[in-house]
């Protein structure tokens, strides 16, 4: 789906005022990431509805009207900065720890390991059978299925992720469950008297969010 229509769809889901859609404007296009999946149109919508959604409220306690502008290219970058920043002018060190990735299995399909947690790369490693490194978790790896692997990590309580095609994951169950769910949505978790936002400059002033994300996606999200 396009950027401007898929903003739009998120837009009107939410049951935000559809007129606020026409301030703004939204540049380039995918592919901007090598990717299976549209990456940089999750990143511009994600990044535009906030800025909408911002100004809409702006609106509401200014009666100033403004336009929101998100280039595709820039916001794949923002969604991608834990890879640009520096320390002290000098790169970061490596973030991902150092069995980390996808190596192929003995049937010839792809697993992903996540192993940033110790306890998550301790017990990858008990499930090999063999040392903490790259060579050798590849040649252990050989002697299991992907997809026997993904269940026995599951069941250890393990991050493995066998990698499926759009159809396969399609099929999955949690793939199912996945598309049964709507894209955003807002819960209302109890009943209080509504309390009128002050006259402020700054759209978010005298708001207060409890953010209970943790590690990299959620804080960035």
Same mark, same amino acid.
């Given at each position: 789906?396009?950027?401007?229509?898929?903003l739009?769809a998120?837009?009107t889901a939410l049951?935000?005022?559809?007129d606020?859609?026409?301030?703004?404007?939204?540049t380039?296009? !995918?592919p &901007?990431?090598?990717?299976?999946f549209?990456?940089g149109?999750?990143?511009? #919508?994600?990044? *535009?509805?906030?800025g909408l959604?911002?100004?809409?409220?702006?609106r509401?306690?200014t009666?100033?009207?403004q336009?929101?502008?998100v280039?595709?290219?820039h916001a794949?970058?923002?969604?991608h900065?834990?890879?640009?920043?520096?320390?002290?002018?000098?790169?970061?060190?490596d973030r991902?720890?150092a069995?980390?990735g996808?190596?192929?299995?003995?049937?010839?399909r792809?697993v992903r390991l996540h192993?940033n947690?110790?306890?998550?790369? !301790?017990g &990858?490693l008990?499930?090999l059978?063999c040392a903490?490194?790259r060579a050798a #978790?590849a040649? *252990?790896l050989?002697a299991?299925t992907?997809?026997?692997f993904?269940?026995?990590a599951?069941a250890?309580g393990?991050?493995?992720?066998?990698?499926?095609?759009?159809?396969?994951?399609?099929?999955?169950?949690?793939?199912?469950a996945?598309q049964?769910?709507?894209?955003?949505?807002?819960?209302?978790?109890?009943?209080?008297?509504?309390?009128?936002?002050?006259?402020?400059?700054?759209?978010?002033?005298?708001?207060r969010?409890l953010?209970?994300?943790r590690v990299?996606a959620?804080?960035?999200?």
């Amino acid at each position: 789906m396009p950027p401007a229509p898929a903003l739009a769809a998120l837009w009107t889901a939410l049951g935000l005022p559809t007129d606020a859609l026409e301030d703004v404007r939204l540049t380039g296009q !995918d592919p &901007v990431l090598p990717s299976s999946f549209a990456v940089g149109t999750a990143a511009q #919508v994600a990044i *535009a509805a906030a800025g909408l959604a911002s100004a809409t409220l702006h609106r509401l306690r200014t009666g100033t009207r403004q336009t929101v502008g998100v280039d595709m290219r820039h916001a794949a970058t923002e969604f991608h900065s834990e890879e640009w920043q520096t320390l002290d002018g000098a790169p970061m060190a490596d973030r991902w720890d150092a069995i980390a990735g996808l190596y192929p299995c003995g049937d010839g399909r792809w697993v992903r390991l996540h192993t940033n947690f110790p306890h998550h790369r !301790d017990g &990858v490693l008990r499930l090999l059978g063999c040392a903490y490194d790259r060579a050798a #978790v590849a040649a *252990a790896l050989q002697a299991w299925t992907a997809f026997d692997f993904e269940d026995a990590a599951a069941a250890a309580g393990l991050c493995v992720t066998a990698q499926r095609s759009f159809a396969e994951w399609d099929a999955h169950p949690q793939g199912q469950a996945v598309q049964a769910e709507p894209l955003v949505a807002i819960t209302k978790i109890g009943e209080a008297p509504p309390e009128p936002l002050p006259p402020a400059d700054r759209p978010l002033s005298g708001v207060r969010e409890l953010d209970l994300t943790r590690v990299l996606a959620g804080p960035v999200c």
